[in-house]
């Protein structure tokens, strides 16, 4: 999750926007937005297999009882802090050109992953994915949605003639995953780590394939 | 790891030739092996958090005493099993040309991460990077010395005229990690799932990226 994420969702989004609001299930955004915090501060620390209902509990200040009723358990905490991140008002950089745009974009992921007071919730939820198939699908759907927003870039770039169009030939969900794509291989698969090299490399490389038309579908 | 390294490090690699040859700190290849299969069983089955000396002692045949004085604890076991991953003598694809190395590469990371036999250790390897330094080392290692192999396709291709040389000025570890990114990127991250169409992707963009330029150092 980017680092804008958790404060973005902190009672600000569509359907949070006022504390208190009942929402299915009797879960208010009060309650949610605590519950979510227990449960990214629980995995950073603890990472999944160390995360209970208990820890949750305790350092949201909802009862235990209250937890496994409407949520059930830890797998479905995962799963519904994720969909909480999925629900705030982020949308992607609009700086005027595709590679202000591409670059601002890559800024962010690798400040969310450095910054060490995001870096940690966030990594965790990836780490949660590898054992539990609930916190895999959700973090598919949260990052699938997040992309979906991304395309924006593509529709503003094609407009302005960055990009050739037209704008259904283009592949543009490849186009945001490429760009990303090399920032969380460095991160988490080689680990070596990520600077502001990495991500000016990243914008060149996405910028010359998409420019060669390497994005056209069926291409 | 790529499916061939399991079978490959079984008593193949340069250091591993002759089962029984002493190493450092008494471990013989024979002993390595076994304890590196019963490691990556373990993961698989448990995750690192449920990895046991224990459970590498029964599943390898290998004393419990001797396991700590030699290795130390889990992290060495599991830094071990990858440091004996790479000892193998894997080389890139060397087909004749630039796009179908890319390809062949594409595809065996494809098939060791969606065959069922290969596809849980070498996520797990992954997984355990997660909660523990010692096994992102390990990791990071590795897979500086899986890339440093794979420049040899670079080589190749600035030799053949496939790509405009010269050699150095190019950032042929870059170039080969654009390839995999979006894969693993599928794979660990938004969990996708990855298809042939994807990796037909990947080396579509990298060899458009690559032909315009952009893998250039500096540039």
Redesign the interface.
Known sequence: MPAEDKNATAGQGADTARPGTRRPGGRTARTRAAVRDAVLTGLAEH????LTVEYVAEHSGVHKTTLYRRWGGVEELIADTLDLAGEDRWTPPDTGSLEGDLRALATEVLRSFTDPATASPS??V??A???SERA??A??AY??ER?ARCEAIIDRAVDRGDLPGPRTAL?AG?LV??L???L???L?????GLTEHDTE?AV??????A?????RKG?
Chains 1, 2 share one sequence.
């Open positions: 990472g999944y297999s160390g990594s965790a990836i780490a994915a590898f054992p895999a699908e973090l598919r990052y699938a992309f592949d490849a995953r490429a990303a794509a090399p969380f291989f460095r988490f698969i080689t680990r070596e490399q060149t490389v996405t910028l010359a394939a420019r060669a038309g390497a994005f291409g």
